[in-house]
């Protein structure tokens, strides 16, 4: 199974400290390589920046050579680079919070999933306190729909009490 993730969920699953779930839920996690160029941009959080420089062995860095030719321009270099690679390597998923990412992921027939699925998807094997998990992404710039993220917490609070 190859997952390719991008930079903002990658990113905030280590500034929430729950990065070790994605080798814990996947077998192979890739980025590209302009994923982890913008992990260590100036301007990115100190503590990205230095686990990037040393990252785990669960982690594979791949080169991009060839962009899908239609990929507009709105999107990052990392978002382009991780569409590609998952698109070219057939990935099983591929993990971005960008709305026009997904969407080009989605025409792509790319299977797609964002942060809070990532966060969600731990609920069944109890790899963290998932309520806990949203409360520390709260704290951080990451933003997402009020609604949406009261809604997942309602069904994990739901499901908890079966």
């Not at 040393?54 to 709105?74: H, Y």
Request: aromatic share 6%.
């Amino acid at each position: 199974m190859s997952v390719v993730c991008d930079t903002s969920p990658l990113c905030y699953l280590i500034l929430i400290n729950h990065v070790e779930i994605l080798p814990q839920l996947f077998n192979n996690i890739l980025i590209a390589n302009a994923v982890r160029t913008e992990l260590l941009a100036e301007g990115s959080y100190t503590q990205v920046q230095n686990w990037i420089t040393q990252p785990p062995a669960w982690l594979n860095i791949q080169p991009v050579t060839t962009l899908l030719p239609d990929l507009p321009n709105k999107l990052g270099a990392g978002e382009q680079e991780a569409i590609s690679l998952a698109f070219h390597l057939n990935a099983t998923l591929i993990i971005l919070d960008d709305m026009d990412a997904r969407v080009e992921a989605l025409q792509r027939n790319l299977t797609v999933t964002g942060l809070l699925g990532i966060l969600y998807r731990t609920r069944t094997q109890d790899l963290i306190d998932f309520s806990d998990a949203i409360n520390r992404l709260q704290k951080t710039t990451f933003r997402a729909s009020s609604t949406l993220i009261q809604s997942l917490l309602n069904r994990y609070h739901q499901e908890r009490t079966r």
